[in-house]
């Protein structure tokens, strides 16, 4: 019992002994600091909080001038879609930016949302028939079938040379030994570059029709692991006979 | 065949019923008329502009079918697109133009127009002057948030009333909307809201040029900004306070903190009940100007020094005493506690008052001490209930009730007995015990070969005493102001709370310093003294510590 009595002793005796070493810190921190509290560090907790209303710290904040005033603007809900991994990125993005048609008013959105699983060099080729397949780029190697909840650019449709992919990854160390500075800011040396590491024609690019169109498609959509209904549907998209039937396309008043 | 088509009638009913029940949940929701998701839907559908600028078009269409406008059409509130591509580009939306909905009270088109005008006459109205561009718009804090789908009695006592006059069209919406804002969700968090108006109101280009100064940083040090670091959701943030759109300048008299508006502001929010007006005599971020800030400056510079001084003394003093105290032990070593004789220290009813106080004296310093350390609640150990406002002021509170009424005993104690009056009378500051303070550091410095002989009450224990004593006064008056806080006015609110925490450094670290070096780490003290619990010193204690008095230790511990 009176053992017990003296442990309470000490229970006491350490805890007040802490309380005393917290507010020891804590007048320091007083006498050192104006205000207790670290705003900036409130701020970031609050923020990290919110994560589900954050901008993307992975590719927005590091490549686009992109803010939190921003982020709060996002009104339609879409910032997962800045959340492009490093690891999925293809070495095109070491000079472009994953939207990179920006200039037909028509086409540029459509365009850049095909980045999000088709590589660059797969639209930007000779335009013949050719083997085209699923590349993940987290494995760095052509993937068994169609995943279709992947992250954006984790998979790509890539066409095949030789039974090699057309698709690099970004910083691909084949690819970082010949691209500098002085690359990137010379056109002509970058077409060259990127000539010689896509194995293509850059001046010729698929359109719409060459995929969407069912006589004419280059791809396989079978091939490819789409269902039937869904090869239908993108056999036969409406949006690319909007585009080649109307200038300007009206939306009926209801 | 019969049998056949009463399977297929059962399974036909069966099928029929599952896709109603299926289309139930999207009952409230709006099919998208104009067929814009067919293009929208799509991630990455957007373009990157020469400057820079990420133009993302993609729309979360299950997302915003579930927000607060899931059940407007795109071109409800894009009112002028009307071709595609669209061209030329849309424009921002404009949140006070009439949509296709009809207010379920009025009957009329539904617009945000009204708020939009009270947001208009607030400090955040257009006003054509150079701070306009960082002026927020609806958009600048409102996310279109989920729907939260609100289940309270509340809400089905108030759908019940309103449905009696009300075409039930929309209500079940509006009231939803009031219910999300009247606090049921959880999508409006303090730390939301408080990001809402901290984006602007600590941006570093914008403090000093736009505003006077950073007023969250203000907030923070005030008993307010401390519990919403505790994520206190109790405790108001800016827009509880000066409101969400009515903002005016503290100094309008429309202002919700206007001097004529806060004692209502505070006291008619249930938060402050009973709040006078003499409560809003001081400021709410605790910025004095005057008077008052030098009142607070010298409060804070007194206790620099007085717990540097005081502290700081007793550390020299017990490092002095350790070594002397080791090296004397070790020529001299204590004899078995069996061969001393032990003499009465303190009776029983010092001895349960010297524990209430220790026990309440670590309740109060620890529950306080939750109060300085809003770091901690990151600290996954610790118990989340321990940082609960509510639950840690009234174990705070509880400490302190029995602290004060073993004061007030102690008091009552030392007029009305024997013992105590003696104790008190013996307790008096006297030359010698400065005399003795001086023979001793002599000694501890080694000047001196012998310590001196001390009273019944020593110098040490003399000025431990008279600090409690003091201290106590101190925190019972500044806590009872502090309690009583409603009846104002602020600025001695704010008085005694600074008072109350600094005092409760000093008396933490004195009581760790002095009084558990004398009991506990002291050389032959260690782990403890044992006269807390059995009331009795030996007799080698009473002739080292209270020489000069050695006739006063008459009650010899009978075994």
């Known amino acids: 019992m009176r053992r017990r009595f003296f442990a309470l002793g000490y229970v006491f005796f350490v805890l007040l002994t802490v309380t005393g070493l917290i507010m020891t810190f804590s007048f320091i921190e007083r006498i050192t600091n104006s205000g207790i509290v670290d705003v900036d560090k409130m701020i970031d907790k609050a923020l990290s909080d919110t994560a589900s209303i954050q901008a993307d710290p992975a590719y927005v904040i590091e490549n686009v001038n992109h803010d939190l005033a921003a982020s709060l603007k996002n009104f339609h809900f879409y910032p997962e879609v800045s959340f492009i991994q490093k690891e999925h990125r293809s070495n095109c993005l070491s000079c472009h930016t994953p939207l990179p048609h920006n200039k037909d008013i028509k086409t540029r959105a459509f365009l850049n949302m095909h980045g999000g699983f088709i590589a660059c060099q797969t639209c930007h080729s000779d335009g013949k028939k050719g083997d085209y397949k699923w590349y993940d780029m987290e494995r760095n190697k052509v993937a068994e079938a169609l995943i279709s909840d992947a992250p954006l650019m984790s998979i790509q449709l890539t066409k095949m040379v030789s039974g090699k992919a057309t698709v690099t990854k970004q910083n691909a160390p084949e690819f970082l030994s010949v691209l500098s500075d002085n690359v990137k800011n010379d056109p002509g040396k970058a077409d060259a570059l990127c000539e010689t590491t896509y194995r293509g024609d850059l001046t010729k690019a698929l359109s719409c029709m060459n995929c969407h169109v069912s006589d004419k498609s280059v791809l396989d959509w079978k091939a490819l692991g789409y269902p039937p209904q869904r090869q239908e549907q993108l056999m036969t998209l409406s949006i690319p006979n909007v585009f080649n039937k109307y200038d300007e396309f009206y939306i009926p008043s209801f | 065949m019969k049998e056949l088509m009463n399977n297929i009638t059962v399974r036909s009913i069966l099928k029929s019923c599952l896709f109603l029940a299926l289309l139930i949940p999207f009952a409230g929701l709006h099919a998208d008329e ?24 993609f729309v979360d269409g299950e997302a915003f079918q579930n927000s607060v406008h899931g059940r407007l059409t795109c071109t409800a509130c ?9 061209s030329p580009q849309p424009k921002a939306v404009d949140c006070t133009q009439a949509c296709h909905l009809e207010d379920p009270f009025s009957g009329t088109p539904f617009s945000h127009a009204t708020v939009a005008e009270k947001l208009s006459a607030s400090v955040h109205g257009m006003q054509n002057t150079a701070s306009d561009e960082f002026k927020p718009s609806c958009k600048g804090c409102h996310l279109n948030p989920q729907k939260i789908h609100v289940e309270s009695e509340v809400f089905a006592e108030i759908s019940s009333n309103c449905l009696k006059c009300h075409k039930p069209n929309g209500l079940d919406y509006a009231i939803q909307h009031m219910e999300f804002h009247a606090g049921n969700n959880d999508f409006w968090t303090q730390k939301r809201k408080m990001l809402i108006c901290a984006n602007c109101h600590t941006n570093d280009e914008l403090v000093g040029e736009v505003f006077k100064d950073d007023m969250v940083a203000s907030f923070m040090d005030t008993y307010h900004g401390v519990g919403f670091n505790f994520g206190d959701e109790r405790l108001p943030v800016c827009s509880d306070c000066h409101d969400y759109h009515s903002v005016f300048p503290a100094t309008d008299v429309r202002s919700t903190v206007h001097p004529i508006q806060v004692g209502q502001t505070c006291g008619g929010s249930g938060c402050h009940e009973g709040a006078r007006e003499t409560f809003a005599l001081g400021s709410m971020h605790n910025r004095y100007e005057g008077w008052q800030a030098d009142t607070l400056k010298w409060i804070k510079i007194a206790y620099f020094f007085l717990i540097s001084g005081v502290i700081g003394f007793m550390l020299i003093h017990n490092t002095l005493d350790f070594f002397r105290e080791r090296e004397k032990l070790k020529k001299h070593p204590l004899p078995p506690r069996e061969e001393v004789r032990f003499f009465l220290r303190l009776n029983k009813a010092e001895r349960i008052s010297h524990i209430l106080v220790f026990v309440s004296f670590t309740g109060l310093a620890l529950s306080g001490a939750l109060l300085w350390i809003p770091e901690i609640n990151n600290v996954s150990w610790i118990p989340r209930w321990m940082f609960d406002g509510e639950l840690r002021q009234w174990i705070h509170r509880f400490f302190a009730v029995i602290s004060t009424a073993v004061s007030i005993y102690h008091i009552g104690y030392a007029i009305f007995t024997k013992r105590g009056r003696r104790s008190l009378a013996l307790m008096i500051p006297k030359p010698v015990d400065a005399v003795n303070l001086f023979q001793n550091l002599g000694y501890l410095l080694h000047l001196r070969p012998e310590p001196p002989k001390m ?12 600090a409690f004593a003091w201290g106590s006064v101190v925190m019972t008056a500044t806590g009872l102001i502090m309690w009583l806080e409603h009846l104002g006015p602020k600025f001695w609110v704010d008085v005694a709370r600074l008072l109350h925490s600094l005092e409760a450094i000093l008396a933490v670290l004195a009581i760790i310093v002095w009084h558990f070096y004398l009991v506990h780490w002291r050389p032959g003290k260690f782990p403890m003294s044992r006269a807390w619990a059995t009331g009795y010193i030996s007799e080698h204690e009473v002739e080292e510590e209270h020489g000069l008095d050695v006739d006063e230790f008459t009650e010899e511990y009978d075994a």
Do not use: W
């Open chain 2, 455 to 466: 009273p019944y009450f020593n110098y040490a224990e003399k000025m431990e005493y008279l």
């Open chain 2, 78 to 86: 894009h009112s002028d697109v009307t071709n595609i591509p669209h």
């Open chain 2, 34 to 57: 104009e067929n814009c998701m067919s293009c929208h839907q799509y991630k990455l559908f957007g373009r990157m502009d020469d400057q820079g600028q990420f133009h993302n078009y």
